[in-house]
């Protein structure tokens, strides 16, 4: 997705959040925020599409999340759309994790929590990755894990991107251990700790409609 396609679609996000104030929105917040966290090669990016057409919430993965936090005009744009309250909420609820965590944020994780914050306070979203389900307040969410057997992850990759099974294995194990360390530095705690979530899902027992199904039950 290039620079431009992220940038218009932040910026059909971000407008729609100005015209549908928080505290408007929030009567119609029956569901929490969904934050998935997958293995890589897993499908999970499909479960979280599929999950959000489903439930009609908005999705937001890496790209987007990632252009928003390197963006200062529109981290500042996002920011604005919340009311003085949800502000106050979302930044005592960050002053807290970072003092019961022992946190030493960086500016990206900084920005990264204001933007996943925000998107929280607005609710009715899917988050992919980032550590979403580290950050938001525990009411706020519900945290889901896709996972897969290595060798099936390895194969969906090869398949889906069209490479070689090695090209595939090293993709998977570099990832994972990309992801792992970035959860690891960030938040000090294990990304595959089942205790870290609602609910465990092994998409190579499930399919992806089973998958979404289970995620759709549950929340509601």
Same mark, same amino acid.
């Given at each position: 997705?290039?620079?431009?396609?992220?940038?218009?679609?932040?910026?059909?996000?971000?407008?729609?959040?100005?015209?549908?104030?928080?505290?408007?929105?929030?009567?119609?917040?029956?569901?929490?925020?969904?934050?998935?966290?997958?293995?890589?090669?897993?499908?999970?990016?499909?479960?979280?599409?599929?999950?959000?057409?489903?439930?009609?919430?908005?999705?937001?993965?890496?790209?987007?999340?990632?252009?928003?936090?390197?963006?200062?005009?529109?981290?500042?744009?996002?920011?604005?759309?919340?009311?003085? #309250?949800?502000? &106050?909420?979302?930044?005592?609820? =960050?002053? +807290?994790?970072?003092?019961?965590?022992?946190?030493? @944020?960086?500016? *990206?994780?900084?920005?990264?929590?204001?933007?996943?914050?925000?998107?929280?306070?607005?609710?009715?979203?899917?988050?992919?990755?980032?550590?979403?389900?580290?950050?938001?307040?525990?009411?706020?969410?519900?945290?889901?894990?896709?996972?897969?057997?290595?060798?099936?992850?390895?194969?969906?990759?090869?398949?889906?991107?069209?490479?070689?099974?090695?090209?595939?294995?090293?993709?998977?194990? #570099?990832?994972? &251990?990309?992801?792992?360390?970035? =959860?690891? +530095?960030?938040?000090?705690?294990?990304?595959?700790? @089942?205790?870290? *979530?609602?609910?465990?899902?092994?998409?190579?027992?499930?399919?992806?409609?089973?998958?979404?199904?289970?995620?759709?039950?549950?929340?509601?």
């Amino acid at each position: 997705m290039t620079s431009k396609t992220l940038e218009r679609i932040i910026d059909d996000q971000v407008r729609k959040w100005e015209m549908e104030r928080a505290q408007e929105r929030a009567k119609k917040n029956a569901l929490p925020v969904i934050t998935i966290c997958r293995e890589p090669g897993s499908r999970g990016t499909l479960v979280a599409k599929g999950i959000a057409e489903r439930l009609g919430l908005d999705l937001f993965d890496r790209e987007i999340i990632d252009q928003m936090v390197l963006s200062a005009q529109m981290s500042t744009r996002l920011i604005e759309t919340l009311d003085e #309250r949800a502000l &106050s909420v979302m930044q005592d609820w =960050i002053s +807290t994790l970072i003092f019961e965590k022992h946190l030493w @944020p960086d500016q *990206y994780l900084r920005h990264l929590m204001k933007i996943i914050g925000a998107i929280g306070k607005h609710g009715r979203a899917v988050i992919v990755g980032r550590g979403a389900n580290f950050i938001l307040p525990p009411n706020d969410k519900l945290r889901i894990r896709i996972v897969a057997p290595f060798e099936t992850r390895v194969f969906n990759v090869a398949r889906d991107f069209g490479v070689t099974v090695s090209e595939a294995r090293r993709w998977v194990l #570099r990832t994972e &251990s990309n992801r792992r360390s970035f =959860i690891h +530095t960030y938040f000090h705690t294990n990304i595959a700790d @089942p205790l870290n *979530y609602d609910l465990v899902l092994n998409t190579g027992k499930l399919g992806i409609e089973e998958a979404v199904n289970a995620v759709v039950d549950t929340a509601c």
